[in-house]
């Protein structure tokens, strides 16, 4: 792959992006907020969206009073003080308890990552004081991304590619970073075993995240709190687009030497 003469990465956090509301048409509305931000898409542009923009356009929010814990989200809401409730939605997002303490269940999500409390998320849902609402990833990201992506190129007439990021933790640092949850018309991994270093050693293990580099880049501008900032544009992205999948990116169970 030769970089020589790349552009320049830049990425724009859009301005003016409206509360998100179920059934909300996020295509039209990325459209219009990318004209008021006078940016002309490009073929080879990327669209980054927060997760929580997502699923809120996708009906994700649950009112934790209309869920009934199970015995065993009961027994595990004691053990880590959790509300029983909450745990129970964790137990269905998840296909497996990896670890738990209190405050704290780290799972393996029904869409094959591992992360806190099947990222369901109390932040930036509800109005302040109300506790009872929470809000779910996305059903199916990769979905979500392509339809996104399909409708914003139909009526601009480019090829972009559309990510989904969300916050997550990781082991061994603290700290939280933006990692992609689903993805279209982007490279998940780039491959660059067998090509040449500066000394023309061949490169034997080098698979690089690229849409999660993306992602954390992205995330930077985003923030964390109040800025109200969720999607980022992207032009010069130094790989070419490709249609991507999540599921190039989960290590498998039994090349986990963790799990």
Not at 36 to 50: E, M, R, T, W, Y
Request: net charge negative.
């Amino acid at each position: 792959m030769n970089f020589e003469g790349r552009s320049p990465l830049t990425l724009t956090a859009l301005e003016g992006i409206p509360l998100i509301r179920q059934g909300n048409d996020l295509a039209q509305i990325l459209l219009r907020v990318l004209k008021q931000n006078n940016i002309d898409l490009n073929d080879g542009d990327v669209l980054v969206v927060a997760q929580k923009v997502i699923s809120k356009a996708e009906g994700r929010k649950v009112d934790l009073k209309t869920i009934i814990p199970s015995k065993q989200a009961e027994d595990l809401a004691a053990e880590t003080g959790k509300d029983p409730r909450e745990v129970e939605l964790i137990l269905q997002e998840s296909t497996e308890i990896l670890r738990s303490r209190p405050g704290l269940i780290i799972v393996e999500h029904h869409r094959g990552f591992v992360c806190a409390n099947a990222g369901i998320d109390h932040s930036n849902v509800a109005a302040e004081g109300d506790r009872d609402t929470v809000l779910l990833l996305p059903e199916n990201p990769d979905k979500s991304a392509q339809e996104l992506r399909q409708k914003i190129e139909k009526a601009e007439n480019v090829q972009i590619g559309v990510v989904i990021n969300d916050s997550h933790g990781r082991a061994w640092r603290n700290g939280t970073v933006g990692i992609s949850i689903g993805f279209s018309g982007v490279p998940g991994i780039v491959d660059l075993r067998g090509k040449p270093d500066l000394f023309d050693y061949q490169l034997r293990i080098t698979l690089i995240a690229a849409v999660d580099e993306l992602a954390a880049a992205a995330s930077l501008l985003m923030g964390q709190a109040d800025e109200g900032l969720p999607v980022v544009h992207v032009r010069g992205f130094p790989y070419p687009l490709r249609e991507g999948s999540f599921q190039e990116l989960p290590r498998e169970g039994s090349r986990d030497l963790f799990r």
